[in-house]
């Protein structure tokens, strides 16, 4: 049994940052390719960042390239989503995922064999 649990989410202004935190436990966290997805209200979930095992092999969608940043801390089994410079289009419930098969991130939300909960994000205009 792997559980991830999201925190750090909240209500900032555009232009504001948050950091968003996702915890593992269960597993070998070190094994797993990670990644960041978001949802907003009435859209589909979409991919936001991956990163690798070794945190050496990073994607980030267009949408947020030059803005957020995922890194992972393999002592702390715990991934991380610096978010900067955050825009009213980036509102939406984040969650983090776990892959075990890949050695480096895929895009597609089948990849990921386990999910957080979520954690919601609101950017004021």
């Known amino acids: 049994q792997v559980q991830l649990v999201e925190s750090g989410g909240g209500l900032v202004q555009a232009g504001g940052s948050l950091r968003l935190s996702c915890a593992a436990s269960?597993?070998?966290?070190?094994?797993?390719?990670m990644a960041w997805f978001r949802q907003a209200p009435g859209k589909e979930r979409e991919f936001v960042a991956s990163i690798s095992r070794r945190g050496i092999i990073t994607d980030y969608t267009d949408t947020v390239k030059g803005r957020f940043t995922i890194s992972r801390d393999n002592a702390k089994n715990t991934v991380y989503l610096q978010m900067n410079s955050l825009k009213p289009e980036d509102t939406a419930v984040y969650y983090c995922?776990?892959?075990?098969?890949?050695?480096?991130?895929?895009?597609?939300?089948?990849?990921?064999?386990?999910w957080g909960q979520g954690t919601q994000v609101t950017v004021s205009s």
């Open positions: 269960g597993g070998t966290f070190s094994t797993y390719t």
């Open positions: 995922a776990a892959d075990r098969a890949n050695a480096f991130g895929s895009r597609a939300e089948t990849s990921y064999d386990y």
